[in-house]
């Protein structure tokens, strides 16, 4: 079975703000980030779609213990996000101080934007990453 999107195809777009996902054919689902099939029917009729990166934060965390060799970024806040085409994505959110978060972030409306983080010894090398900011 071929993969429609690949990881480095879906990292190397977000590069670019660009956020893609898959498109089922036969259930109209959406999935991202990319799978080999769709994740609500199994289907792996897929169409490659170019998602707007607009959502709804669901919920959120503040991480003040990180993965190692991130230990200069926290605290940090952590977001899933439910994007208007449908699924949920996480990411972190930009421009609120974590000590500053509170219950009324739920509901606000974000914009995808990405920042490229390098690699560790449990990666290939960098990936970009999702990071929402306040509409």
Known sequence: MEH????????EALK???????KCKQ????????KIVCGECGSAD?????????????TYTVVFVP??????????IITLVKLEEGPWIMG????VQPD???????GKKVEMGHKVFPG??????????IVFSLA
Do not use: H, W
């Not at 060799?69 to 940090?76: F, K, L, N």
């Not at 972190?92 to 421009?95: S, V």
């Not at 500053?100 to 739920?106: C, G």
């Open 67 to 76: 993965p190692e060799g991130r230990e200069s970024e926290a605290p940090y």
């Open 120 to 129: 560790d010894r449990y990666s290939s090398g960098e990936e970009a990453g």
């Open 4 to 11: 429609k999107l690949t990881f480095k195809e879906y990292s």
């Open 92 to 95: 972190n959110l930009a421009g």
């Open 100 to 106: 500053k978060a509170a219950m009324d972030l739920i």
């Open 27 to 34: 259930c109209k689902a959406v999935t991202v980030p990319p």
């Open 46 to 58: 897929l169409d490659v779609v170019q998602l707007s990166g607009k959502g709804e934060i669901q």
């Open 16 to 22: 670019q703000d660009k956020l893609l996902g898959l």
